[in-house]
């Protein structure tokens, strides 16, 4: 007997809201600064390593992977969950991003952006001179007495 779950039906109907076929997904990610540089990580599970995109074009930067399964002929499926798919993510990095120097990692099914602070946006110290040729008031007291008028 057959019990009707619905979670799971509505599971499946959220599943065909967000078919691969439909265009690319997200990626969860992570993004914190860590001094001079921040630190993005992607999750990118079961990506080839060379389906990994990445390009800069102004301030705007472009993550792309593709997830590609194999087919084999022939064989039964019992069940297959796991989907090939398209993942796209874009972030304006703004003022202050040394886009020269950003690099990137793959392991483990993860992948990790580092994007440099540039040096114009760095924290610093602005030292507060002192003028050596300032004037100097004085005051004194005349020792003649002023007439009255």
Do not use: C
């Not at 390593?49 to 990445?54: L, N, Q, Y």
């Not at 793959?106 to 002192?130: F, M, Q």
């Amino acid at each position: 007997m057959a019990t009707y779950d619905p979670f799971r039906e509505l599971d499946r109907f959220a599943s065909s809201l967000f078919d691969p076929r439909r265009g690319p997904r997200r990626m969860p990610m992570d993004l914190y600064r860590d001094k001079d540089h921040y630190v993005l990580t992607a999750d990118l599970p079961g990506i080839d390593p060379g389906s990994v995109d990445i390009d800069v074009d102004g301030q705007l930067l472009t993550i792309r992977a593709e997830r590609t399964l194999d087919e084999r002929e022939g064989v039964k499926w019992i069940t297959r969950e796991r989907e090939a798919a398209s993942f796209l993510r874009q972030l304006n990095l703004g003022e202050g991003i040394d886009t020269e120097r950003i690099t990137a990692n793959y392991d483990n099914g993860v992948l990790h952006v580092n994007i440099p602070v540039s040096e114009r946006a760095k924290p610093r110290k602005i030292e507060v001179g002192t003028q050596s040729t300032s004037p100097v008031l004085q005051a004194h007291e005349s020792k003649e007495p002023q007439p009255v008028k």
